[in-house]
């Protein structure tokens, strides 16, 4: 099988497409034929090797792992031992090793049946992102509609338009939320298809102005201050930081997530980091979500698995529009 590997940290140059075995699944794993892979900013951070400390967890000198991508969706080819779930031939989504590859295998627990309304591009765009941003709302309080009440949870989103924000905002308007999103001018009508109730376009008008205030804010992007999006939220009111600006997603993560505790211990407020955590019962969520129609992943370029490097290149630039996808076996 064809698959790609890095020797050394670097830029996307480094990965090498190379013809390799096909990985043979643990007891509690499935060996899948890739159909499609997507990229995340977690992938170029593994590819870099930054921020440094990440290094003690992949390899000082060198990857310890020379296989890079986790976003995946495809067909069961084989089962582990264990595995009882999934049988050959299944078609199924979430997060495995090395995902940008013809063949790679995944936990049992880590993926899900694809929804039949959803292509395996649009499913291999779901993991990471989808589980960030159901995730994250959810840390926040927000879970299925409230019938009994005509009061909608108001949710800010800053960076709506990218691979979390298209999620937070479709997940967000699926649990009866009033969205109000910040992107840019390109983007406002895109965000507006996908659910949001009012969109702000911040190279005119800066959402921390605003005199709204909020029971959630889902920060995508980090790029105002913690003090100045605290004084937008409701008394009770959370906080998220999913994301950082294009090649700092990681490390305005953490950042945030140190501020957050500091910030958290005075007054009812709320701030919180996010990571995704992939499991099974979330996975089938998002599966519902997209079977039902509220959740279409939305997709901004797709290109050929060798041409890996140049969509990774592309993602690093910081604008695309949902996810980038890569096609594997079509």
């Not at 649009?122 to 995730?135: C, E, K, N, R, Y």
Request: aromatic residues 8%; hydrophobic residues 45%; contains cysteine.
């Amino acid at each position: 099988m064809r698959a790609y590997l890095y020797y050394r940290y670097g830029p996307p140059g480094v990965l090498k497409l190379e013809d390799c075995p096909k990985p043979i699944p643990a007891a509690n794993e499935v060996l899948l034929k890739v159909h499609a892979a997507s990229i995340n900013p977690y992938d170029w951070h593994f590819l870099r090797g930054e921020p440094y400390l990440l290094r003690l967890m992949a390899g000082l000198g060198q990857p310890k792992d020379p296989r890079l991508g986790a976003d995946l969706a495809g067909e069961v080819e084989a089962v582990g031992s264990s595995v009882t779930r999934f049988k050959p031939g299944d078609a199924v989504f979430g997060v495995g090793k090395g995902a940008f590859a013809e063949f790679a295998c995944a936990r049992d627990m880590q993926i899900a049946p694809k929804p039949a309304n959803i292509t395996f591009e649009q499913a291999a765009a779901v993991p990471i992102a989808g589980l960030t941003a159901l995730q994250a709302l959810r840390k926040a309080g927000l879970q299925q509609p409230n019938a009994e009440t005509a009061s909608q949870p108001k949710v800010l989103i800053n960076g709506a338009s990218g691979g979390v924000g298209t999620f937070s905002v479709q997940i967000a308007k699926a649990l009866g939320a009033h969205i109000t999103a910040v992107c840019s001018t390109r983007n406002v009508e895109m965000v507006r298809a996908l659910g949001a109730d009012h969109v702000m376009d911040y190279t005119r008008e800066d959402f921390t102005k605003t005199n709204e205030r909020f029971d959630i804010i889902l920060d995508n992007v980090g790029n105002r201050p913690l003090l100045a999006c605290r004084r937008l939220l409701l008394p009770k009111g959370f906080y998220i930081g999913a994301g950082g600006s294009a090649g700092r997603w990681m490390v305005a993560t953490i950042a945030r997530a140190m501020a957050s505790l500091v910030l958290s211990a005075f007054g009812a407020r709320k701030f919180i980091g996010v990571f995704a955590k992939p499991t099974t019962d979330d996975l089938n969520i998002l599966h519902n979500l997209m079977q039902a129609g509220k959740v279409t992943p939305a997709l901004d370029r797709r290109y050929p698995l060798a041409e890996l490097p140049q969509a990774i290149a592309y993602l690093e630039e910081g604008h695309a529009r949902g996810k980038v996808v890569i096609t594997v076996h079509p």
